[in-house]
């Protein structure tokens, strides 16, 4: 079999590497002190014609301008995408780079390695099919009606077309996988030559080489956030319990395969894509939207340490809050909390988000979503209150809370008396305050009623940091109290 070449072009129509002696031929046949030559490896026809950052405008005019002209006339529900892969033969490893552009052609970068031994002999190759499916998975969750992907491999689209037989577990996965997707958004290929200087794929390039320097780490400017930890299963059970407290949500698998399964949720006009690795990692792509918002809180119950919510939330928000900050300022608003009475990861997690929402800056149409950990925290002080005190059996789930509290003349509720017996006139008087801040706050944010005007917003960061803050004050109560 003949061994492969590369073939550079270092002074030419256009200087760059290509793969075949004919497309190298155009470039330098007739034309004055053509200079190039052929190489076995790519690296080896980088360093011929050098970094190909020096590239003019006038040396890959054309193309550049074409890109540009696409892009120019392409609509709000069409994605462009450049991809390209990666390969480190020291540490067996391959990445890629991602570059999506829309019509107001604002940038998102997008990197990811890996090293699955399934995959791994396809070299670069792999890379850039990851790449493909990063790329196409996020233009789903972020809603677009259609997606295309400028590559440089021709296999990227001769396998999707059926042009190419798929043969190796890499292709073929990664056809089972288009299949899937094309059942949810329209997508089209355009290829595009290898280090000929056109801008997007040098940075895709670019992106693809950095990725091996964070082997096994997703990362995004649009808040696609890596989960680990959490396996496939919790998952499910996330959904799940999504599903009974948000009626119309729809949850469906688009394309399950050896390596990852591909969730895509739906509620109304939110959708998320949640593509969940046998390896044990987990990646969230999707719109700022209340279903993102109610997934995640979810997801950051069950992280097992406190310094993966902070990170999870960074990623998640796209800023930066130090732990030790966080650490703080938890201490400033729950001076009394005590492990000895509540050593609960899930619950721990979810005063610290709760805590981690006061120090939250800049805008958004809807503060309400901010609110919501602290005020599921008071269901987990509701529920221990009332059991620790034998008035709720911890076997029964057939009522809420409201069963055990009466509303009086003046429209506070406060516990029945039947079960005024098994309580301190002080936790009794605490129990009230606290089911009566739930109630009165839970129900009018997280709930939309048939009567709209009794359905709340919160309408600036200041009211959600307030209401939150005083949410907190309430539940540090709980420990000086009992």
Known sequence: MAKKKFYAVKVGRNKGIYETWAECKEQVDGFPGAEYKSFSTIEEAENFIGSTDTLTKGDNGKSNVEIDAFINGIDESTLVAFVDGSYDASSQAYGYGVVLINKDKDIEKITGSDNDKDYVESRNVAGEIEG????????????????VIFYDYEGIEKWATGSWNAKVATSKEYVHFIRDMERCIDIEFNKVKAHSGIEYNELADELAKKSLLRRGIKNSSDGCVTITGIDGEEFESIFELLKMNNEGLKVGKAGESKSSTNHILSLEKDKIVVTCFKKGTTTIQGKQSPLLEKLMILVVELLPSNGEVVEILNDYHDISIPQDDLTLRFNELLPNFDKNKTNLQKLINTLNQAVYNTMLKGERPDYSDLATPSLRANEYYLYK????????????????????????????????????DKLLSEEKTFINELYNFYYNNRHTLLHFDKEPKLTRVLKSMEEARSLIISNLELIDKYYTVF
């Open 385 to 420: 209150i009332l059991q620790d005190r034998g008035i709720m059996q911890e076997s029964s789930d057939k009522y809420g809370f409201g069963i055990f509290f009466k509303e009086n003349t003046e429209g506070v509720y406060e516990i029945k008396q039947k079960h005024e």
């Open 132 to 147: 493909v499916k990063t790329a196409i998975t996020h233009a789903v969750g972020k809603g677009y009606e259609k997606v």
